[in-house]
């Protein structure tokens, strides 16, 4: 009797065991991992409200949000999309760099024609070539490359601003101008990319491919900007303490100098307005200028980062639904002070900064002047390969390893050479 | 009384010793069956059955991947989406019009890597030594806060690397702390880490900053080592302060010596960590060394193609050198150990 009862209590005891593990694999929300670079708490802190909010809405999904560095996206996601592993989602800025991993989320998005209205120019940018329908996410926030002053040193220097045309010389004459005048140590300071490089070679007349659209990085309009940025670093126009400070292809960015009101015309672009709102603060009026002209341009670059899915299913297409939607973008847009890639959006900005508000009109106002080959270039799918050419040749120019000669001969070179080795051949 | 106090420890011993003996059974089990099927003389290798499978999994098999690595091309990381073999990587390499000149190379990048690294052993290691026997043969005197002085050396070798590339930086940065110094007695500024002829110098500096307390710690020990008589009977003979330290001191302090230089050669050659923090291998690449080529073309190339099957080439030369280094290493250390047994 005994026996049996204990066999029963046991029976009794695994049928509830099982029902639970059943019941809590069944009701068990689905977890979704996003990857996220955000520039600082203006963007992180944002974008984990909306999570947050989506988590509470949506008990069946579960967001899971890694906030990481920038060179996390640029070097350590690569190689875990390559392993087979990385996230479900990722805010990506090589755009089409990763789009053999992208997942199409077409049959999992509520409305693909909101996607196609919405974000229709820069769906390309993450498809592969050839393809013309995938959805594989959405532009969080677009950006133009161009310059800013710091309109303080300006005033102070008793020397007009420049206006629309000006050239790229006649920006680094005033800027020289204000510096000597002001005792400013840098008159001018670039970001080290070669992005940022890319817009005012174009306006120089570069254009990046031949005539069959095939990379050729090289050509008179390259060489003049390269060469005038070569210049302008042994002249000390720009310092050698900025560029220098790294090697290869690494990104730099002469914030610190910047907010020191250490230089006078900074080359960046659309991504610092918030960032300058929150650092420069009332120190100095900075303000952003349209981009100089070359001959045959006055171009800045077009880029952006975009919420690209690894993986497709109903949760993640469920949550770029959220995220994508313009009640969301419209704040997340509104809150970092950056220019939609949403074509249709109205933004409330959530700033008083008279600099951040002229800003965002001066960048804004700049996307209808942006030349096609920047558009194309900012399309292709090799176009980091460019980017990282030229500015680990030019940064070794500009130390004296390599004439500018051999530094453009190099540039075509490792263009050519990783080429082969991404394609064969 | 002194009875019963024995017989309590001894049987809380009994009791403390009830989980030993169980375990200790419990392993007799299992190896009782299995050194009777092997023999008495073959067990050690089961016992170092478990480190040899990690030795194996975390250095023999990705050793070996490495290897196929070198051999292989594409963009891809999966062998099986890789084209192979080919010795196109090795080929590159060492595709060079001069080697003496690294801009007549394919890979310049690597060749600059590899003299920037010659460079930088060389004087490192060097200088390495010269101050580290300078610091332990001052600090093996009866000088005051002896022990004090001997802790503030070492204390740089328990810094992370990265941690020490960042303190350096804020002191060296172009606004950084050393030259608000060299600025508030009116001289001009210095770009120690942004101008290429100091690049390498405050690099090298910091290296020695950093490990220099570990090898002074092996020549105390030699130097303490030294029987003290052959001292008193050097100053019997009035042999003079210098005379001793180059025909008794440093002599003695040879075998010790030669632990140091390879050694630090070892790890000079794998610098990267500090350094990357430090300067980024710039200005251009003139402080970048092998480590770095290896790390930037395998896993940071910022959008570029992630070149593996290069990088794999890259390391299995750095690895031949190390390979080198080591075998020089056991060489002398085992010379040392057979001169001892004949005296």
Known sequence: ?425 | MENIRNQTKIFFLRILNIPFAFLMHAIDLIMWPIQKIIGVRNMPYIFLLPNLIFFGLFVIIPLGANFFFSLSSGDELLFAERELPTTKQYDQLFDCESYLNPNTCTEDFFWRGVYNTIFFVVFQVGLMIFFSVLTAVILNKKIIGRGFFRSVFFFPVLLSPVVVGLIWQWILLKNGAFNAIIESYGGDKISFLTDPSWAMASVIFVSIWAHMGFYTLIVLAGLQAIPPNLYEAAEMDGTSRERIFFRITLPLLMPNLLVVFILASIKGVQTFDEIYVLTGGGPGTSTSLIVQYIFTTGFASSGSVQNFGLAAAASMVLGVVLLFLTLMQLYFSRNKESKHQEI
């Open chain 1, 1 to 425: 009797m005994n026996f049996k009862f204990i066999l029963k209590a046991i029976s009794v005891a695994l049928v509830s065991f099982s029902l639970t593990l059943i019941s809590a694999v069944s009701f068990a929300a689905t977890d979704v991992r996003i990857m996220w670079y955000g520039d600082g708490d203006k963007e992180n802190v944002p974008i984990a409200a909306q999570i947050d909010e989506f988590n509470a809405a949506n008990p069946d999904i579960n967001v899971i949000l890694d906030i990481v560095p920038y060179d996390a996206i640029m070097n350590t996601l690569p190689i875990q999309l390559a392993a087979g592993e990385g996230p479900d989602i990722a805010r990506v800025t090589d755009l089409g760099g990763l789009n053999k991993y992208y997942a199409d989320i077409t049959p999992y998005v509520a409305d693909p024609s909101y996607y196609e209205k919405s974000f229709g120019p820069f769906l390309n940018w993450y498809r592969k070539p050839g393809d013309t329908t995938s959805i594989h996410g959405f532009h969080s926030t677009m950006t133009v490359t161009g310059p800013y002053v710091n309109k303080t040193l300006f005033e102070q220097a008793g020397v007009d601003l420049l206006g629309p045309g000006a050239t790229w010389e006649e920006w680094a004459a005033v800027s020289i101008e204000v510096a000597e005048k002001t005792g400013t140590p840098i008159p001018m300071a670039w970001d080290r990319s070669g992005h940022r490089v890319s817009g005012p070679a174009i306006s120089m007349g570069a254009k990046y491919f031949d005539s069959n659209g095939d990379p050729k990085l090289v050509d008179d309009g390259l060489k003049a900007m390269t060469q005038m940025l070569y210049d302008w670093h042994q002249a000390g126009t720009m310092s050698k303490d900025l560029w220098g400070s790294v090697s290869g292809s690494k990104y730099h960015a002469p914030n610190d100098w910047w907010n020191a009101a250490e230089v006078v015309f900074m080359m960046s672009g659309s991504w610092q307005i918030g960032r300058f709102a929150n650092e420069v603060g009332d120190d100095f009026d900075w303000w952003a200028v349209p981009a100089p002209c070359g001959p045959a341009a006055c171009t800045g670059m077009p880029g952006g980062n975009a919420l690209l899915a690894f993986n497709a299913n109903p949760a993640v297409g469920k949550v770029m639904d959220y995220l994508s939607s313009k009640e969301q973008l419209s704040s997340f847009i509104g809150q970092v002070l950056a220019i939609p890639g949403h074509l249709d959006l109205q933004v409330d900005y959530q700033t008083d900064d008279p600099n951040a508000k002229h800003a965002l009109n001066t960048f804004a106002g700049a996307v209808p002047t942006i030349d096609q080959v920047a558009f194309d270039l900012q399309a292709h799918v090799d176009n980091r390969i460019m980017f990282n050419a030229i500015i680990s040749r030019l940064g070794q120019a500009i130390v004296g390893e390599m004439t500018m000669e051999e530094a453009w001969t190099r540039m075509d070179e490792d263009v050519e050479k990783q080429l082969k080795e991404k394609y064969g051949g």
